[in-house]
Every structure is written in C-alpha cells, then in structure tokens.
C-alpha cells in the first residue's frame, strides 16, 4: 500500500545540511511516509551521507539536472504518496512529531500546512501562516513549502512546476491550485520546519526577478478585476504611515478576502479566530 506521505529532499554539495534534513525525517514518530532524495550531481561526500541512510530512504537518484525545481519535480515524478511534502537540505523538521502533527488526523484537503520557525545567522523567529490563504496574502508572500503537504494527484494534473519560472515556480503552482483548481486547505497550528533562511529566494541580490517573476504569475492567473484593486491597495497603502495602514484599509482589503474565497467557493466567515501557535524557545 503507498505511504500517505512522500518527503522529498533535493542536494547539490550540501552533506551537512542533507544529513540534517534527513536525519530530522527519520526520526520522525510519523511512519506513514517514504523518503525520496534527488541530488543533483553532488562531489562533496553528499553522496555517502545518502547512501548511510538508504535503508531509511524510498529512492534516491544523483544526476545534473536544470536546478531546484527540476529536482523536485523530478522527486515528485519518483514518490508514490498521496501527499508531497519538499523539504530541501538544510531545512529540517522542527520536532520529533512535527509530522503527526501535521497529518493527523489524515488530511482530506488537497493542501495541508502548518507554520515554519525562520532561522538566519543562528537565530530562530516564528513564521505563522495565515488561516487561509487568500489573494491578499498571496500577493505579497504564500505558504511555507518546508511545513505544506500538497496532494500528489492536484501536483500532477497542474503539470507540476512551470520551470519558465527560476525562482518563484512554486509560487506559481500554489497559486495556480488555489485559483484555478479551487484547491482546497487546512491550516495545522503548529511550528512544523525549521526554514534555513540563506536560500535562493531569500538571497537579496534576487529579490528584482522575483517580484518579476511574481508579478507574471499574477497577471497569468488571477482576474484582472483582482490586480486593479491590489493596484488601489498599494497606491493608498503607500501614503499611509506603517502602523496605521491596516487600521484604515481594513475596507478595502476586506472585498479582496471576500473574492478570494468567492474565487475558491468558500463560505464568506466575516472574522477569523486563530487557535495560539507553539511558542518560541527560549535561549
């Protein structure tokens, strides 16, 4: 019978961080999972890390390959869960139960998602996903992928990663499966992965293409009627002092959460609670 869980990892020339993320999944309460790990060519020694633990891994495939999401696109064509989840070296799962927690009880949405601790120079800070990911949110960040399960079936009727896009290709597929395929989610209160905040979308010198790349993916698949009143939105907020502006915007952004879900066919709730979040460590 197919695991419910495929872990996918992809490597090039990271040993220390690929025995991190693996051993971080291994130690896993969760057993209902496989692991799959794509390397991409590595000559760092990566490669003996893996087959240390290949007892413990599904299969593993070393090959050059087009970069990160050709590698987990290639994962993905290799995992026979129902849900995939990609968690690339260096980043690692928060705890022992990280994974229970997430897919407990078995998900039935196409997408499950919990929240990410953000660790740059040492320190670790809290990342919280929204309850729902709506157009708001998603025109300025989206969901951690290190903490989402997306459903292996939803993965491959979107055809995967557009891989036109660099930087921003999963972004375009969450955005994609929410919009167009009216994907539906669940958010897990809890903080799943550790996000190692030194990659490729974080990197500052990067920034320009992706608000490129965004702003296409944006224009690919969301209304016009969408991107006109986020224009509005931008144009007002920048007028407005930082700590003022949800106060006064609150109307506007209010219509946009009601398209989003409209767009979703989900019910219009009005207000949201949020069950309180793991807290921080201390130290």
């Known amino acids: 019978m197919p695991p419910s869980l495929s872990v996918v990892t992809i490597c090039l020339n990271d040993r220390a961080g690929l025995e991190a993320t693996l051993d971080s999944v291994i130690g896993q309460t969760y057993r209902d999972l496989e692991v799959v790990v794509v390397d991409g060519g590595s000559t760092d020694g990566s490669l003996d890390a893996i087959r240390a633990r290949e007892p413990r891994i599904a299969r593993w495939v070393s090959e ?3 970069g990160i999401y050709e590698g987990q696109g290639k994962g993905a064509a290799l995992a026979k869960g129902e849900w995939l989840l990609f968690l690339n070296a260096g980043d690692r799962l928060a705890a022992p139960d990280a994974l229970e927690r997430l897919m407990t009880p078995r998900p039935v949405e196409d997408v499950v998602y ?3 601790w953000m660790e740059r120079g040492g320190r670790l800070r809290p990342w919280r996903a929204p309850d729902h990911p709506s157009v708001l949110h998603l025109m300025r960040s989206m969901l951690p992928h290190q903490a989402t399960a ?5 993965f491959l009727r979107l055809g995967g990663y557009d891989l036109s896009f660099r ?4 972004y375009d597929l969450l955005l994609r499966a929410l919009v167009e395929a009216r994907a539906t989610t669940r958010h897990v209160p809890h903080l799943v992965a550790i996000h190692n905040g030194e990659g490729v979308s974080n990197d500052p010198a990067r920034t ?3 608000r490129e790349e965004r702003a296409r993916i944006q224009e690919k698949v969301l209304p016009e009627a969408v991107r006109e009143d986020w224009r509005v939105y931008e144009a007002v907020e920048s007028q407005l002092p930082g700590r003022r502006v949800r106060a006064w915007f609150r109307p506007m952004a209010r219509p946009l959460r009601r398209l989003s879900r409209a767009l979703r066919r989900m019910p219009d709730t009005g207000g949201t609670h949020r069950p309180d979040a793991a807290k921080a460590p201390k130290g």
């Open 64 to 66: 050059p390959d087009g």
């Open 208 to 210: 320009p293409r992706l």
């Open 114 to 116: 919990g929240d990410v």
């Open 150 to 154: 997306f459903r292996r079936a939803l």
């Open 167 to 170: 930087i921003a290709a999963d």
